[in-house]
């Protein structure tokens, strides 16, 4: 057997975006070093307190022939959102109702609910998640996997869906929001889905496609991989803990996006 290559720690900064190896001046940082610490901070709370454009997430879905509702939570500005997380997975009591007259229309309920919200990084939601959305539904389609309604969520946990799915009468529900900013991705998507939405559903109970941005998951890997769980979950009627995500067992194929 032969031994492994000796590497030195300088080598690992090749393999990871994580602070290794950064050198020091006396007993700190080298200002390099600093400064570029302070910057990807100055970047994550940005994208944490970044508005969320609502209107340029639904034009886009418009650009993919898809239409969105727009719906919000209880937590009604975005400070209130960070300090009260247990708002944002309610609706309020207006889109209570839209919801609830959507869903009256049985002949649109389909399969599958999409959910579009902000959660902790609106900055990951207007990079990826529509260009996300451009594999994934030709993905959904050969599948034959009915998107009923979409909508797209200001101020949205991800339990914000468990009520949007129930309410529109949805047998999955799939929730693209932004993640935690970290040093290293401010503009990470995540992914979350959940069979039969309602409320007082657990973390146990959906799954999570995450660290969906260009230095992470492609949108290739990540639509292969969500379209892979959306047929199973409605094969096998679970999700959670009882569905394991196997997809890598499989080949993704690169998708042809779309003409915009």
């Not at 970044?50 to 650009?63: E, K, R, W």
């Not at 400070?79 to 207006?94: C, F, I, N, V």
């Not at 970290?182 to 309602?198: F, V």
């Not at 959670?240 to 042809?256: H, M, N, Q, V, W």
Request: hydrophobic share 45%; charged share 20%; aromatic share 4%.
């Amino acid at each position: 057997m032969n031994d492994p290559v000796a590497r030195s720690l300088p080598d690992l900064r090749a393999f990871t975006p994580a602070r290794v190896a950064l050198g020091r001046a006396g007993v700190s940082l080298p200002t390099e070093a600093l400064l570029a610490f302070t910057l990807d901070h100055a970047r994550a709370r940005d994208a944490v307190h970044a508005a969320f454009d609502t209107a340029a997430v639904i034009a886009s879905l418009g650009d993919l022939g898809l239409s969105g509702l727009l719906v919000a939570s209880q937590a009604s500005d975005r400070q209130t959102y960070l300090r009260r997380p247990d708002l944002g997975r309610r609706l309020d009591q207006a889109s209570q109702r839209l919801l609830a007259s959507a869903g009256q229309g049985g002949a649109r309920a389909g399969q599958l609910a999409i959910v579009i919200g902000d959660g902790l990084s609106p900055t990951a939601v207007h990079a990826h998640a529509v260009e996300l959305l451009r594999r994934l539904v030709p993905l959904l389609g050969a599948d034959h996997v009915a998107i009923g309604h979409m909508a797209v969520a200001a101020g949205a946990r991800v339990a914000l869906g468990d009520e949007i799915g129930e309410l529109l009468g949805a047998r999955i529900v799939l929730v693209l929001l932004g993640e935690r900013p970290g040093l290293s991705a401010p503009d990470s998507l995540g992914a979350y889905l959940t069979i039969a939405p309602r409320l007082g559903l657990t973390d146990a109970d959906r799954n999570c496609v995450s660290n969906i941005h260009r230095a992470g998951l492609s949108y290739d890997e990540a639509a292969f991989k969500i379209a892979w769980l959306v047929r199973e979950a409605l094969a096998r009627g679970a999700t959670g803990i009882a569905l394991k995500d196997e997809s890598s067992d499989r080949t993704p194929r690169p998708i042809a996006a779309p003409d915009k």
